[in-house]
């Protein structure tokens, strides 16, 4: 395959994924650029999403240029962006269906619309669009997307982006994106002045340990991905639910979000490959 991304624009993108690299050394060459140039189709769409200096109007005028894009993938003979060029051939050669693609620009769409929630089960329908096809990629590049192992990737997903919410209240705040929704506002009597101020109080530390909850149950539905997948991926996925459970662990821990929130240091990363090697 020829690869037409830069390295460094390649690890830019990863970067992105500070809590959860989803293109390691552990891929081999081939199916590691491939997720790269997946991520980065992902990431410059965020990217989007997040320009405030640009009208809603504007933003969703450029997602509209991905999804003319995306949709022009099959086509021979046009002229594309690099960009294209490569993702073209990734979808080619792996088969990716183009529907993962549309979920995340829908979900980038509903980003620019800023929504807010009425309820945590359009929170996990927004995961659905913005999360789970990531996971059904990865496996479509391992020639390991069938029924269960989807359904598992999902739920594992699903964890994954309920964990970055919760890091990442006070920076999507900032965005002005509220992911919880307003039926925990009332149960739990929220105000989104503490989050201005920075005021993490008891009722917040309530509201975390309820998204916990959710989070653990993700998890222990996704984690029986494991069981059922091989080869590097099985170690890709042993390393990130190891992830998982280490960031649920220091988020039990009292502290405050809006000023702090835990992440992953590469010396976990290390840690966690070794304990997933050793136990392979």
Known sequence: MTHYISIKEANRTKKHYENFPVATLIFPKDERFAATLLYKFARDCDDIADEEKFSKKERIKKIRYYEDSIKSLPKKNINRPTFFIDLKKVVENYQIDLNLFHKFLNAFKQD??????????QVIDYCHLAACPAGEMILTLFKQNQGEKIKYSNHLCICLALIGMVQDIKEDYGKKRIYIPKSYFKKF???????????????????KMEWLKKIEYHLNCGK???????????????????????????????????ISAPKLSKFDWLLMLFRSLTKL
């Open 112 to 121: 620019i619309a800023n929504p807010r929630y009425d309820k945590f089960s």
């Open 189 to 207: 009597k929220l105000d989104l002045a503490d989050i201005k101020q920075n005021n993490f109080n008891d009722n917040w530390e309530n509201l």
């Open 224 to 258: 029986k991905l494991t069981n059922v997948t091989q080869g590097r991926l099985k170690l890709q996925i042993k390393i990130l639910v190891l992830a998982c459970e280490i960031l649920i662990k220091r988020l039990k821990k009292r502290t405050n979000l809006f």
